[in-house]
């Protein structure tokens, strides 16, 4: 769908603003280092760029941490392995690995390490279940320390001011549908805010104004062979084309009316294919400035 391309133009935008930025990458696929032109990423955050800092999630490493912070174990680089114990607590306790991770991210929020902290998260099915970790865990512990820290973890991620999520989609009709569906369950089963919805390799309209009557014209005629046989043979591949760019260019526009309508609160970004696809640039850097002549 784009939306580690998206996240790293997202983040370069921040940076050239002089914020201090941090990109987390959720899934530890390698994505975000190509993206970025980087080398591979780790959990400790890294400068790749000026005010631009990257870091792999690890659920094992984001334990250890968590071990040292607030356990306070300073023997904890001497446990060896925790992937086993990891593993063992979180098929006792559902939503620990989740807590973890997002709990990570909370954490550099909290601390003010950095000015904008942008995630690029795992697909659809993840993202609840992490955004949504705190609060699970919250119910299911009603005393001690993980209550107290679930609890500044959803304070950040409940405050539309401080966390959104973008959710970025191509205009085809699955992709559009599984959004809708993600907007509902995060406006309808969480308190976790969506900052806007991002419409990717959006094509712009192949026939336009008075050329529309031309085409319809033309390609009837094509079709029912009213036309000397020589011009309609050579009229007919082209014009085939033609149809499907202006079919499928309809059907985009039927997807993202209804991916509008659905987005009243953040509204949707378009980012069309031509802005993104026919310089002589890399696209991260060609997203990242179409991003600036958006916002700024």
């Known amino acids: 769908m784009g939306k580690t391309t998206f996240a790293s133009a997202l983040a370069r935008f921040s940076?050239?603003?002089?914020k201090k930025t941090l990109i987390v990458e959720m899934d530890d696929k390698g994505a975000l280092a190509h993206a970025l032109n980087t080398s591979e990423l780790q959990f400790a955050a890294r400068e790749?760029?000026?005010?631009l800092f990257a870091m792999s999630m690890n659920t094992e490493d984001s334990l250890r941490e968590y071990i040292r912070l607030f356990v306070r174990n300073p023997l904890v680089n001497t446990f060896g392995p925790l992937a086993k114990i990891l593993d063992f607590v979180a098929n006792a306790a559902p939503g620990?690995?989740?807590?973890?991770?997002?709990?990570?991210?909370?954490?550099?929020?909290?601390?003010?390490n950095?000015?904008?902290?942008?995630?690029d998260a795992e697909a659809t099915g993840h993202i609840v279940a992490q955004v949504?970790?705190?609060?699970?865990?919250?119910?299911?512990?009603?005393?001690?320390?993980?209550?107290?820290?679930?609890?500044?973890?959803?304070?950040?991620?409940?405050?539309?001011a401080t966390t959104g999520v973008v959710i970025v989609a191509t205009p085809?009709?699955?992709?559009?549908?599984?959004?809708?569906?993600?907007?509902?369950t995060l406006q309808n089963t969480t308190n976790v805010g969506v900052s806007a919805v991002v419409a990717n390799r959006v094509h712009d309209d192949v026939v336009q104004g008075g050329d529309v009557a031309v085409f319809n014209s033309l390609w009837q005629a094509v079709q029912s062979n009213n036309m000397v046989n020589d011009v309609s043979e050579a009229l007919r591949a082209p014009m085939r084309l033609l149809n499907v760019a202006t079919q499928r260019r309809r059907n985009e526009v039927e997807n993202l009316e209804q991916l509008v309508a659905r987005s009243r609160q953040g509204?949707?970004?378009f980012m069309?294919?031509?802005?993104?696809?026919?310089?002589?640039?890399?696209?991260v850097t060609a997203m990242t400035q179409v991003l600036k002549d958006e916002l700024q």
């Open 15 to 18: 940076a050239s603003t002089g």
């Open 48 to 51: 790749v760029a000026p005010n």
């Open 96 to 112: 620990v690995k989740e807590i973890l991770a997002v709990g990570k991210l909370c954490w550099e929020v909290r601390e003010h």
């Open 114 to 119: 950095y000015d904008i902290v942008i995630v």
């Open 132 to 160: 949504d970790a705190p609060s699970i865990l919250s119910n299911l512990v009603q005393v001690g320390v993980i209550r107290e820290q679930t609890k500044w973890m959803q304070e950040i991620l409940h405050d539309k």
């Open 172 to 184: 085809e009709e699955m992709p559009v549908l599984e959004t809708m569906q993600l907007l509902d």
């Open 267 to 269: 509204g949707v970004m």
């Open 272 to 283: 069309s294919v031509i802005d993104i696809d026919t310089r002589d640039i890399d696209v």
